[in-house]
């Protein structure tokens, strides 16, 4: 039986690779994707802990030290586990794994509990903690809890706000001091996070943010030129350099402003570059947990590859060549979502929850508010 529903589970990933629009994703096959983040939520154990210790006081479980998010190896997984269940839950209220979603985020996000984070966030040394990717992911909660109009989701939002907050204090101490970006495909990456954050402050009309935000890629991105793909990837991305920072700047400039910028941002995507400019990769051994994150980097590249192409004027002569690099990214990054490494089953089943349910692209492309 075991291995019999590990088939089922295949099969159900594989019909879904087929999948191109986010309508074609389904409650079943959202279930094993709500299954992957109900594995770990509350799972504390094994635990990497990103701690910094002032005194003895300071040496305690995970679950003691930050009772929200402890769960899913460390705790921005933890984090963006949570944002899975409530997108999925938004996405189909009436699934079978609702009940259990619900559940879990009721557990986890309670008033005291979150305080609880927030007083931890603030603690002595810790201004780095799980910046910015972390943080990114935080707004990025938030923003689907405040989106989605349920009594819950009001509660809970509610129960996040002293975390949020310091999350912003933290922030908006940061950025204005960052006088360069960080170009790595990993958590520290500024354009991925910085896109995540802008995505929040715009979706909870946070001006000031925007404005900062905006600010922050324009002085750090807007002059770029000739991006080094051919460089990409490094043994352990999760994120590409080139293609985030093109997916946070299609979020910045205007649509025409935006088309001009990436020819020369990315020059080796023309109508000739069908099937040639950017391949997927295949992890080495996705037990290992950074060399599975290449996994990941196959689904990022694809949603952020659908969210160029969703700016782009439809005669761009680019399309066909993006499209065709999406399409492919997005296969084979879903058929690597198996769950049967905890590895990249801890937070893979966010990715691929992010690219099939097309979260950061906007109803309105040309809206872009300054």
Not at 39 to 68: F, Q, W
Not at 162 to 189: F, M, S, T, Y
Request: hydrophobic share 40%; charged share 20%.
């Amino acid at each position: 039986m075991k291995y019999l529903s590990y088939a089922i589970f295949l099969w159900s990933l594989a019909s879904l690779t087929a999948a191109q629009t986010p309508s074609q994703f389904d409650s079943k096959a959202a279930e094993r994707f709500a299954n992957l983040a109900l594995a770990c939520v509350h799972k504390e154990y094994p635990n990497k802990i990103s701690h910094t210790l002032n005194s003895d006081a300071d040496v305690a479980p995970p679950r003691k030290l930050t009772p929200s998010f402890y769960g899913c190896y460390d705790w921005h997984s933890s984090v963006h586990g949570h944002w899975l269940l409530a997108r999925l839950v938004r996405t189909f209220p009436d699934g079978k794994f609702v009940p259990a979603a619900r559940e879990a985020l009721r557990q986890s996000l309670t008033a005291g509990q979150l305080a609880q984070e927030a007083a931890y966030l603030r603690g002595e040394g810790r201004a780095s903690f799980e910046r910015p990717y972390g943080l990114a992911w935080l707004l990025q909660l938030v923003a689907e809890l405040r989106e989605w109009d349920d009594p819950q989701s009001k509660e809970m939002a509610a129960n996040l706000e002293p975390l949020v907050q310091a999350a912003l204090e933290r922030l908006n101490a940061w950025l204005p001091k960052l006088a360069n970006p960080v170009r790595i495909g990993e958590h520290d990456q500024t354009a991925f996070a910085l896109g995540l954050i802008l995505d929040y402050a715009r979706e909870t009309d946070h001006e000031k943010l925007v404005r900062l935000v905006t600010a922050k890629a324009q002085q750090f991105y807007s002059n770029d030129k000739n991006c080094p793909l051919a460089y990409e990837p490094s043994g352990e991305d999760f994120l590409s350099p080139c293609i985030a920072e093109a997916d946070l700047m299609r979020r910045v400039l205007l649509n025409s402003n935006f088309s001009v910028w990436l020819r020369a941002f990315l020059p080796q995507i023309s109508a000739a570059a069908v099937g040639k400019w950017l391949q997927p990769v295949v992890s080495p051994d996705p037990s290992d947990p950074k060399l599975a994150h290449l996994d990941g980097l196959n689904l990022s590249r694809a949603w952020m590859l659908e969210g160029i192409a969703s700016v782009l004027s439809k005669a761009d002569n680019r399309l066909p060549a993006i499209r065709a690099a999406a399409k492919a990214h997005r296969q084979t990054g879903l058929a690597a979502v198996t769950g049967e490494h905890y590895e990249g089953g801890h937070w893979l089943g966010s990715y691929a929850v992010y690219l099939v349910t097309g979260r950061g692209i906007a109803q309105d492309p040309q809206h872009k508010p300054q």
